[in-house]
């Protein structure tokens, strides 16, 4: 175990001028290999900080942050109703991928993409830029991937929140969907994905294709209790659009590692097994190996 870094509050901006709220571990080996977290539509990166901080005692630099409208990067002044997901996908993780190589010169470069993160990251400019990724519980919403209460929960919102949308701007927290306040041209654009089953931008525009652009290696990682959200049937239809990645599908039995349930959020609990996070420092350590094959052999 490497000595433990201390999690330091920053901000930096993204390409137009917006600032954003993050924190950042100054892992042992950041210069070596360097995690960005990707949250959930309206889930803070304080969920994230008892893995972040474990990854970063492991030596790893972690950097954590907040979508503009969410969290440490909300605007105090109003409830930020025009923010879309292309905002975060185009200028909000490419600034937080930006940060963390600034911050850290690192070789090595994974994002840990938890929940529609992964369905951010690959309609982003950073699917070019990474070197492997990590997707938790990170799937399509689509009702039909879903059954039971599960799925009426989905088409009740799909129908509901709309509404909220148009009489205040935003969708407000609630205890079966956000746990924090959602910009609410973010979940209208959520909405249409998953009702018409394919990635369109804020033009309306198909992005399907650009999934495929990413090719480095990828884990999708599901859990077997996660039925209300990621369903491992959902989280596998993710990672099929990876169709060029490396991909690794995982399901976990909370079983496995003496819990009763790990659900969507589950891992990022200071209880969590740390036989269960180093699972997760397993798969980053065999990616970095294998991306760094490529370039050993060239300087053989």
């Excluded at 025009?82 to 600034?102: C, F, Q, S, Y």
Aim: hydrophobic fraction near 40%; aromatic fraction near 12%.
């Amino acid at each position: 175990m490497a000595g433990i870094a201390s999690p330091r509050p920053i901000r930096f901006r993204a390409a137009d001028g917006r600032s954003l709220g993050g924190t950042w571990w100054a892992g042992d080996a950041a210069g070596d290999r360097t995690i960005v977290f990707l949250c959930g539509i309206a889930c803070p990166q304080r969920y994230f900080r008892w893995l972040a901080e474990y990854l970063a005692e492991r030596g790893f630099g972690v950097l954590t942050f907040d979508y503009r409208g969410i969290g440490k990067s909300k605007d105090p002044f109003s409830d930020d109703p025009g923010v879309t997901l292309d905002d975060w996908i185009n200028l909000d993780l490419p600034a937080a991928v930006a940060e963390a190589r600034r911050r850290s010169g690192t070789r090595f470069l994974a994002v840990v993409a938890h929940s529609i993160g992964g369905q951010l990251l690959g309609q982003s400019p950073i699917r070019n830029e990474i070197d492997a990724t990590l997707l938790i519980a990170a799937q399509r919403s689509i009702p039909r991937l879903f059954h039971g209460f599960a799925k009426l929960r989905l088409q009740v919102g799909y129908v509901l929140f709309p509404l909220f949308v148009r009489l205040f701007g935003y969708v407000p927290a609630c205890r079966l969907w956000f746990r924090e306040r959602c910009p609410g041209e973010t979940f209208l654009q959520l909405g249409r994905w998953s009702r018409e089953e394919s990635y369109t931008d804020d033009r309306g525009d198909n992005v399907d294709a650009r999934f495929a652009d990413y090719e480095g290696p990828l884990a999708a990682i599901a859990f077997s209790d996660d039925r209300y959200y990621a369903p491992p049937e959902a989280v596998r239809a993710l990672a099929e659009l990876y169709r060029r990645a490396r991909v690794r599908l995982e399901t976990i039995e909370p079983q496995s590692y003496g819990l009763a349930s790990i659900g969507h959020m589950g891992l990022f609990r200071r209880s969590t097994p740390r036989a269960l996070w180093e699972c997760l420092v397993r798969y980053l350590h065999d990616f970095e190996a294998e991306c760094a094959k490529p370039a050993d052999a060239a300087s053989a």
